[in-house]
């Protein structure tokens, strides 16, 4: 599957079917993130049943504590 | 002195109007770290009335890599960071005045300070979660808008926050986050700093001369070495039921249950121990009882410093202990207990 990831172009393995396991692939999924699916921000209990397809735009915003 | 702030005043959406706002407004700035000094110097170049800032810590030579005021005199002399940067802010503009406190952000200190001296800003320039949260539900009791920045490695995030009108950090996080990179385990580079330190000062002058319609309205997040640049409307996020900004706010990070006394420093590796209850230390008494102990003691009008079984501890007078050179609370109360009582 292709999605676009903060405006990049990026190739996921079958393995990726929704935003939980997206943020896993990425390794963000103990990080406190804000997600957003084709303009819609996406609810952090709706992850795992909010499937991704082809062509889907993400934005992926994390939460740092540095400072 | 009229020129002073003719380009500033040039750019239309200021003004000569938005100069005169500028410099009736008093900002609070939480941390005199890396995006803390940022901002402070760019506060005070730019001629806002009043600064206060707050810090916990001393300047160490691991900062002068990014922490723009402080130099090596500063790191030899282990000076504590309010009082440094005051030293150089006062330096670059003698108009704006600078008060500087020496000491912990806690919610209590931070209620103090805003109900004494009324800032119409708040400026996040901490180093974790706990503080942050502190700052937003002082933001919401208060109504004064803070505007959030944090940055690690080459990876930054800024967002302003202003009451009754976007969603607070309390409705973004849901709780504290734990564990997460820290400047400890993955570094970071001065210019993701100055990147963030840029997105917080632009929207705290769009707020400081009231453009409100100009805010950015967005959670705005980059990594300068991936090449990576994202914004979100964030908006949708706003919960009624929010405990910090909702329709019947308890303030929870307010609360004293909510604060530890303990902390492990943000790259320090370095714990710093507070008193329950807050208590002055005669810094010329503790020295002589420590001497007798055949300890050799450093001292500066601020605070102490010596040597205790491989680690170094640094007394303030206003009763924080950091202890260096270890993570682990327990020992660091140890070691506290050892050598203060």
């Known amino acids: 599957m292709e999605l676009i990831i903060n405006g990049e172009m990026i190739q996921l393995p079958e393995s990726v079917k929704n935003v939980s396991d997206l943020l896993t692939y990425f390794q963000l999924n103990n990080k406190i993130a804000i997600v957003e699916v084709n303009l819609n921000i996406i609810n952090k209990q709706d992850y795992e049943t909010t499937t991704l397809s082809n062509g889907d735009k993400v934005e992926i915003v994390h939460f740092v504590g540095g400072g | 002195?009229?020129?002073?702030?003719?380009?500033q005043e040039l750019f239309a959406p200021i003004g000569k109007e938005g100069q005169k706002k500028i410099a009736a407004k008093h900002v609070l700035i939480i941390g005199a770290g890396a995006l803390g000094?940022?901002?402070?110097?760019?506060f005070v170049r730019a001629g806002v009335g009043k600064i206060t800032i707050i810090d916990r810590?001393?300047?160490?030579?691991?900062?002068?890599?990014?922490?723009?005021?402080?130099?090596?005199?500063?790191?030899?002399?282990?000076?504590?960071?309010?009082?440094?940067a005051k030293q150089r802010l006062e330096q670059v503009n003698s108009d704006v005045s600078i008060e500087a406190i020496v000491g912990d952000a806690t919610a209590r200190e931070l209620e103090v300070i805003i109900e004494e001296s009324k800032p119409h800003l708040l400026i996040d320039a901490t180093d974790n979660f706990e503080t942050r949260m502190v700052i937003n539900d002082i933001s919401q009791k208060y109504r004064i808008p803070w505007i959030y920045g944090a940055c690690v490695g080459s990876y930054g995030i800024s967002y302003a926050i202003i009451p009754g009108k976007t969603p607070c950090l309390n409705c973004m996080l849901e709780a504290?986050?734990?564990?997460?990179?820290?400047?400890?385990?993955?570094?970071?580079?001065?210019?993701?700093?100055?990147?963030?330190?840029?997105?917080?000062?632009?929207?705290?002058?769009?707020?400081?001369?009231?453009?409100?319609?100009?805010?950015?309205?967005?959670?705005?997040?980059?990594?300068l070495w991936k090449n990576q640049h994202t914004a979100i409307r964030v908006d949708k996020v706003k919960k009624a039921d929010c405990p910090s900004c909702g329709d019947n706010p308890t303030y929870p990070y307010l609360s004293y249950d909510m604060q530890t006394k303990t902390a492990v420093l943000c790259g320090r590796d370095s714990v710093q121990i507070r008193?329950?209850?807050?208590?002055?230390?005669?810094?010329?008494?503790?020295?002589?009882?420590?001497?007798?102990?055949?300890?050799?003691?450093?001292?500066?009008?601020?605070?102490?410093?010596?040597?205790?079984?491989?680690?170094?501890?640094?007394?303030?007078?206003?009763?924080?202990?950091?202890?260096?050179?270890?993570?682990?609370m327990i020992e660091a109360k140890t070691l506290y207990h050892r050598y203060l009582g």
């Open chain 2, 176 to 223: 504290v986050p734990l564990g997460g990179l820290t400047c400890d385990t993955a570094g970071i580079i001065s210019p993701a700093v100055q990147m963030v330190v840029a997105y917080q000062v632009t929207e705290a002058l769009k707020i400081l001369v009231e453009d409100w319609q100009s805010l950015r309205n967005k959670l705005v997040s980059f990594d």
């Open chain 2, 37 to 42: 000094t940022g901002n402070a110097e760019a």
């Open chain 2, 1 to 7: 002195m009229t020129e002073r702030y003719s380009r």
């Open chain 2, 275 to 328: 008193p329950a209850v807050r208590q002055d230390r005669d810094l010329e008494e503790l020295a002589e009882l420590l001497a007798k102990q055949g300890i050799q003691v450093e001292k500066n009008p601020y605070l102490l410093s010596f040597m205790a079984d491989g680690h170094r501890l640094v007394v303030f007078k206003d009763g924080r202990v950091l202890i260096h050179g270890t993570k682990d």
């Open chain 2, 57 to 84: 810590d001393y300047v160490e030579w691991s900062n002068l890599q990014r922490q723009q005021l402080y130099s090596e005199e500063d790191a030899k002399e282990r000076l504590p960071k309010a009082i440094a």
